[in-house]
Nanobody, 112 residues
Framework: QVQLVESGGDLVQPGGSLRLSCAAS????????MAWYRQGPGKQRELVAV???????NYADSVKGRFTISRDNAKNTVYLQMNSLKPEDTAVYYC??????WGQGTQVTVSS
């Protein structure tokens, strides 16, 4: 059983930055694709960024150039660096291991 624990969500002003972390239990982390999803108020959950075991990354068009996904396999952790945050980035952010295991989510609120 894999457990994912997100952290780093907060209230931030437009234009600000946050770094989310997702720590995974277990020793199989390095071989799996990891991803960040988000679900805004009244919206469906959407893919934000993905990183494969080999380090290939891909992003939603809405966050390209502003968000960066990375991973540290030695720490079983995936990160999401979010810069130039906008109010429309407000959402609960979830990390996922291979779309099978999910964290509990961390709230990001962008507001002045």
């Amino acid at each position: 059983q894999v457990q994912l624990v997100e952290s780093g969500g907060d209230l931030v002003q437009p234009g600000g930055s946050l770094r989310l972390s997702c720590a995974a239990s277990g020793s199989i982390f390095s071989i799996y694709t990891m991803a960040w999803y988000r679900q805004g108020p009244g919206k469906q959950r959407e893919l934000v960024a993905v990183i494969t075991s080999g380090g290939f990354t891909n992003y939603a068009d809405s966050v390209k150039g502003r968000f960066t996904i990375s991973r540290d396999n030695a720490k079983n952790t995936v990160y999401l660096q979010m810069n130039s945050l906008k109010p429309e980035d407000t959402a609960v952010y979830y990390c996922s291991l291979d779309q099978v295991y999910w964290g509990q989510g961390t709230q990001v609120t962008v507001s002045s």
